[in-house]
């Protein structure tokens, strides 16, 4: 079977990255890219209608605000897409998209590169019992919501914790969200902070049988310190499970209800009220 032919909608650092995994996988050929700087990959710079045109799959590493008009685009032009997390900005969107790609016979592969990552592997392989969790993470200030800001954080607790069955909000600002996602066992309290001069941190603690405490890229359970697992990187991983549903039929590697749900989950929190005084 010859190589599948593929083009990038936007060559940033993300881009780059995904160029590099697809020229390793041996089952895909980069022909070019639209915006950016595809010479850095060593590939020519094509308009989108060339790529939509002369490529059988796209990789769509624009901002996110663009994600959804770009998948629509690329559909419609009968090629599979790969489109960097999150899938777009809401969930009305993601579900007309993947219908699309349902009606098209198309491919709609969403990437979340760090569900590949050793934390995520190590703690997605567990079966955790837990009484309490917390998941905290802070940032320098980015235009963005505070719950928009941390969709990937949310979608990695529910690939360790599973499915919540509700959530509420203490408080919300344009840079500090306090609340919790309701699970049978109890809850897990998330508090967010997005300002100038706040380092970024994630600090992601499930007690139970066990106590589990991820700090950024780090893993420890009941204090002792974990070596995480190994992979030939996270953009070539993600390349090779995108290229076995597209070429395989095997299943995707993030479910679609998995990812509607936890857009739905931040829209609710982005609903909540915003209460002065918040710091």
Known sequence: MSPLRWGILGVGAAGRARGRAIQQDPRAELLAGHRGDPAALGIPSWSMEQ???????????????????????????????????PVCQSSAQARDLFA????????????????????????????????????AFQTGHRPVSVAWGNVARIHRALHALGEPTGLRVEARSD??????????????????????????????????????????????????????????????????????????????????????????????LEAAPIVSGVD
């Not at 590493?61 to 599979?80: E, G, R």
């Not at 592969?109 to 760090?114: G, Y």
């Not at 897990?188 to 700090?215: E, K, N, Y």
């Open 51 to 85: 790529v939509l045109e002369q490529c059988e799959a796209v990789a769509i590493c624009s901002p996110d605000a663009v994600h959804a008009a770009q998948i629509k685009a690329a559909l419609l032009a009968d090629c599979h897409v790969l489109t960097e997390f």
């Open 175 to 268: 840079k500090h969200l306090i609340g919790a996602l309701t699970y049978p066992w109890g809850e897990l309290g998330l508090d967010f902070r997005q300002a100038p001069g706040l380092t970024r941190q994630t600090r992601f603690v499930i007690s139970g049988t066990h106590t589990w405490v991820q700090l950024d890229r780090s893993l420890s359970r009941d204090e002792a310190h974990l070596s995480l697992p190994q992979n030939r990187g996270l953009f070539l991983e993600d390349q090779l499970l995108a290229s076995a549903h597209i070429l395989d039929d095997s299943p995707q590697s993030l479910p679609q209800a998995r990812i509607l749900r936890v857009l739905e989950l931040v829209e609710a």
């Open 100 to 135: 699309l790609a349902k009606d098209q016979g198309k491919a709609l592969h969403v990437e979340h590169i760090e569900l590949l990552g050793g934390v995520s592997q190590v703690l997605g392989a567990q079966t955790l019992s837990p009484r309490s969790a917390h998941l």
